[in-house]
T-cell receptor, first 117, second 115 residues
Framework: DTGVSQDPRHKITKRGQNVTFRCDPI?????LYWYRQTLGQGPEFLTY????????KSRLLSDRFSAERPKGSFSTLEIQRTEQGDSAMYLC???????????????FGQGTRLTVV | KNQVEQSPQSLIILEGKNCTLQ??????????LRWYKQDTGRGPVSLTI?????NTKSNGRYTATLDADTKQSSLHITASQLSDSASYIC??????????????FGKGTKLSVKP
């Protein structure tokens, strides 16, 4: 499968625990995005990488959230001291270099569904 | 403020019927507009992508239109099938490197196709 891969697909954790999600983008895609999606809502932007540089972080990304993309390939999203409000689907997307600026497509992974109990 | 508004929020139609979903945006500058289909519990899948110079794009039974002057787009689904039941999300892209990493999402329209 050459699409965007996310792991795990589902995660149930107790409140207060730390969790880490992984995203493997499509090979050679230099842009990587993390989104959070709650039931019945559209995805909400969390953060954006271009290669290994984290270029933008949403205000939704509190101090308990941290994302990395150390080598410009896969990325991890860590949530520390999870709260029940963190329960959501966490989506990762990647897009290729903007050679054709107006047609850079973003491809999404299947998401990681987090349930905090 | 860059925003994407979709209507209706939800829609129920009978199998075989046509429907049209709406998207209004205030994103500036504008790069392109995409429609995604998202099945429950899955990631969004791209249906169409249009630049400012394109005013219509088809993908099978899906036809998207774009009016860059009025900043409106629509997604028309012809001869709906049960498998069309999903959320349809409008996404507008600003200039690369701009706010929100270039992609601004609507909240989606939840379509239910009934037999």
């Amino acid at each position: 499968d050459t699409g965007v891969s996310q792991d795990p697909r589902h995660k149930i954790t107790k409140r207060g625990q730390n969790v880490t999600f992984r995203c493997d983008p499509i090979s050679e895609h230099n842009r990587l995005y993390w989104y959070r999606q709650t039931l019945g809502q559209g995805p909400e932007f969390l953060t954006y990488f271009q290669n290994e540089a984290q270029l933008e972080k949403s205000r939704l990304l509190s101090d308990r959230f941290s994302a990395e993309r150390p080598k410009g390939s896969f990325s991890t999203l860590e949530i520390q001291r999870t709260e029940q409000g963190d329960s959501a689907m966490y989506l990762c997307a990647s897009s290729p270099p903007g050679v054709e600026r107006f047609k850079t497509e973003a491809f999404f992974g299947q998401g990681t569904r987090l349930t905090v109990v | 403020k860059n925003q994407v508004e979709q209507s209706p929020q939800s829609l129920i139609i009978l199998e075989g019927k046509n429907c049209t979903l709406q998207c209004n945006y205030t994103v500036s500058p504008f790069s392109n507009l995409r429609w995604y289909k998202q099945d429950t519990g899955r990631g969004p899948v791209s249906l169409t992508i249009m630049t400012f110079s394109e005013n219509t794009k088809s993908n099978g039974r899906y036809t998207a239109t774009l009016d860059a002057d009025t900043k409106q787009s629509s997604l028309h689904i012809t001869a709906s099938q049960l498998s069309d039941s999903a959320s349809y999300i409008c996404v507008v892209s600003g200039s690369p490197g701009g706010s929100q990493g270039n992609l601004i999402f609507g909240k989606g329209t939840k379509l239910s196709v009934k037999p």
